[in-house]
């Protein structure tokens, strides 16, 4: 045999085993993804079944993954037990009030780091990343001496306003313009257009991605927040859906878990909504500011 008929039989081998190689790489990172799924979604199986289960099959041990008696009537016995309603009302209106003023103020900030020139910009802007470096426990006291002062504890105001300014949202904005064509801002200047003009009609419709980023987790952030609306309300008609738990929890007095945990269903099931329509939103900004 020549060399050159061993070099001809070793590749379809050599082919082969690449192909083969390739193979158990795809079926190891197939394996690896789906333990993750399982690991993160495990929690959130275990809190909608047992939401379905009776007390006996919550308590059960070995525990029952699949309840067998599918118990409906824990939603209508968590929603009559406490004004859900009104919890959501609440959450409702300070969440998208809240992320509205938030977002705007976030994007107004980053278009003026980005594009707008004046003295002590980059000083300025290492105050800002030094404020994300605040605990946000330390700001409580500070911030309910401020409210009650204004008269807005146990109020939607109260609830509201100090949450206004999000550094975080203000950082990503800004390194997302930074990659942004200057020439095109440039044009548009040239056009005659001011810089509320280009923000809105120009860098904003190039940002959507990572605007919608940034209003999700805003969003998210308020919808569960917990400290804040236990320390600034006082009255049932100003809780929010959280703190609504908590009051469901008090009021069944440890009796019916399965009631509770179909509030705690209810709570998540806006933001499990919200992500499921935005995920590719969310994907695009992440991956465009990983990319640039």
């Known amino acids: 045999m020549t060399v050159a008929d061993s070099l001809t039989d070793a590749g379809p081998v050599a082919t082969a085993g690449r192909s083969g190689a390739r193979r158990a790489r795809r079926f190891g990172l197939y394996a690896l993804l789906v333990l993750v799924a399982v690991i993160a979604g495990g929690p959130l199986y275990w809190l909608i079944s047992s939401a379905l289960k009776t007390n006996p099959q919550i308590y059960s041990y070995p525990p029952h993954w699949i309840p067998t008696d599918l118990r409906w009537s824990n939603f209508s016995d968590a929603w009559s037990a406490a004004p859900f309603g009104r919890f959501f009302l609440n959450s409702l209106i300070v969440s998208v009030i809240g992320t509205a003023i ?4 976030a994007l107004l900030c980053a278009y003026a780091f980005v594009f707008l020139p004046f003295p002590g910009k980059k000083v300025l802007f290492l105050f800002l ?64 257009a001011g810089h509320l003009r280009i923000l809105f009609r120009v860098v904003l419709p190039m940002s959507r991605p990572m605007v919608i980023t940034v209003a999700l987790v805003v969003l998210v952030g308020k919808w569960n927040d917990f400290i804040w609306p236990l320390i600034v309300t006082s009255s049932a008609d100003m809780r929010t859906l959280p703190i609504g738990l908590l009051f469901l929890k ?33 994907i695009a900004g992440l991956t465009q500011g990983a990319g640039k």
């Open 102 to 105: 938030e977002l705007t103020a």
């Open 129 to 192: 990343l030094g404020a994300m470096m605040v605990p946000g426990h330390v700001t409580l006291l500070p911030n309910f001496l401020t409210i009650a002062q204004l008269g807005w504890v146990n109020s939607y105001a109260g609830l509201i306003a100090p949450g206004l300014g999000s550094v975080f949202g203000t950082f990503l904005l800004r390194q997302h313009m930074l990659t942004l064509p200057q020439e095109i801002t440039d044009a548009a200047k040239i056009d005659g």
């Open 250 to 282: 008090n009021t069944e007095t440890f009796a019916n878990w399965g009631a509770i945990l179909a509030g705690a269903v209810m709570v998540i099931v806006p933001v499990l909504v919200m992500f499921f329509f935005a995920q590719r939103y969310i």
